[in-house]
């Protein structure tokens, strides 16, 4: 079995420690929940890297974006002597590529969409720097829109420049990411982008009734769309008392199956991100999320389309149309 996931917070550790003065640990080998190491011996076919920033922080290098530009730095760095396991991706057919090859493929992503800070030209330099992937805002508003962390917000939509934001990441190629969007937010990208978008790391609503997770709405409307949703390990978007456990995960899997389809739900675990007592604790235990599946009664192609198959066909339909 294969896996590709959509979302974990490990270039903010290594960024953590870069800060510090430590370049012990990087995105090849370290002791967070991911690293590239781990992730070949456990099969990976894909991970999305999220640099992810801090918002309410000062800036390391002046400026969020100096910090995110930085993060991509460190990812190249870390992949550097290992080329016959692993390799940066921009696009299915480098992914489809790396694949045939044996090797993990390792994408770029910015979580906070707020570095952009009403520039347009930096959409173009981040994809230059091999950013595919954008969740346009963390917990904090922004000049692109407004967290769906808290109600006041949650009926906003995009602002101006969200909306150009948006209309500049499709012709570049840039996946939007509504995971911690407001509803109204997931609206607009829902109306005005033209290619198929992601919740790269949320859940279901009616399952776990969290802001930061899908209304069965929403899930249909991704799944029109062609998207995706990659499921959280975190126990907060997970179930009501917060426990991560495979059981859980599986009860968000099987009601977004049934309200968007098969072809909607991939895996977004959110590692290095969540961190508190999880059953499937790090990458190298993945295997459990199959095994679980299996035992809960889902067919070998369920299993297969939520591990590997939908993320895959995703990136096709994104990047080749």
Request: proline share 2%.
């Amino acid at each position: 079995m294969r896996y590709v996931d959509f979302h974990c917070d490990t270039l903010m550790k290594m960024f953590d420690l870069y800060k510090l003065g430590d370049k012990s640990q990087t995105v090849w080998k370290n002791e967070c929940q991911i690293d590239v190491e781990r992730l070949a011996g456990a099969g990976y076919g894909g991970q999305f890297f999220a640099c992810y920033l801090w918002w309410v922080d000062e800036p390391f290098l002046g400026s969020h974006y100096q910090d995110a530009l930085k993060m991509t730095e460190l990812f190249y760095n870390g992949l550097k002597g290992h080329e016959e396991k692993a390799a940066f991706a921009g696009s299915w057919q480098e992914y489809h590529r790396n694949q045939q090859e044996g090797k993990v493929s390792c994408f770029l992503t910015v979580e906070e969409g707020g570095i952009l800070e009403d520039r347009l030209e930096r959409l173009d330099t981040l994809y230059e720097a091999g950013i595919r992937l954008i969740t346009l805002t963390w917990n904090f508003e922004n000049c692109l829109g407004y967290p769906g962390c808290f109600p006041e917000f949650q009926q906003k939509g995009l602002k101006k420049f969200g909306i150009e934001a948006l209309e500049r990441m499709d012709e570049l190629g840039i996946i939007a990411d509504v995971s911690h969007l407001s509803d109204g937010g997931f609206e607009d990208v829902w109306k005005y982008g033209k290619r198929p978008f992601v919740a790269s790391h949320s859940n279901a609503r009616s399952v776990c009734p969290h802001n930061r997770n899908l209304t069965d709405d929403m899930i249909r409307k991704l799944a029109e769309k062609g998207g995706l949703a990659g499921i959280n390990f975190g126990g907060d978007f997970l179930s009501s008392d917060g426990k991560s456990t495979t059981e859980a995960i599986i009860r968000n899997i099987r009601h977004m199956m049934k309200v968007g389809g098969r072809e909607i739900v991939g895996i977004g675990t959110d590692f290095d991100g969540v961190e508190d007592k999880l059953e499937i604790s790090g990458c190298e235990h993945i295997p459990m999320l199959p095994q679980a599946m299996e035992k809960a009664g889902f067919t070998t192609g369920e299993i297969e389309a939520v591990c590997y198959g939908n993320a895959e066909g995703f990136m096709k339909r994104y990047w080749e149309g």
